[in-house]
């Protein structure tokens, strides 16, 4: 499921970055740091064939979800904007 997930974001023109963590103290914790172009590509990510057939097995493996939206202020690796 995990590379599965970073696949299919590869293959999506407006996912800027998608890159699943793993805490260093805690082997089962991991969370997805998320970057789109805009609010469109957020959109065709997350009503995508690939997430409406995740959402059932992540939603068995999820115990706790916090989504925060945020956007870039100063970065090293993406150009100004």
Do not use: C
């Amino acid at each position: 499921m995990r590379g599965a997930r970073v696949e299919q974001a590869r293959k999506e023109a407006g996912t800027l970055l998608y890159v699943l963590n793993r805490s260093t103290d805690d082997q089962h914790l991991f969370w997805v740091t998320e970057l789109y172009s805009d609010e469109k590509a957020f959109a065709a990510h997350r009503d995508s064939a690939a997430m409406a057939s995740a959402s059932p097995v992540l939603s068995e493996l999820i115990a706790e979800a916090e989504v925060l939206v945020g956007e870039p202020v100063r970065s090293k690796g993406m150009p100004e904007g």
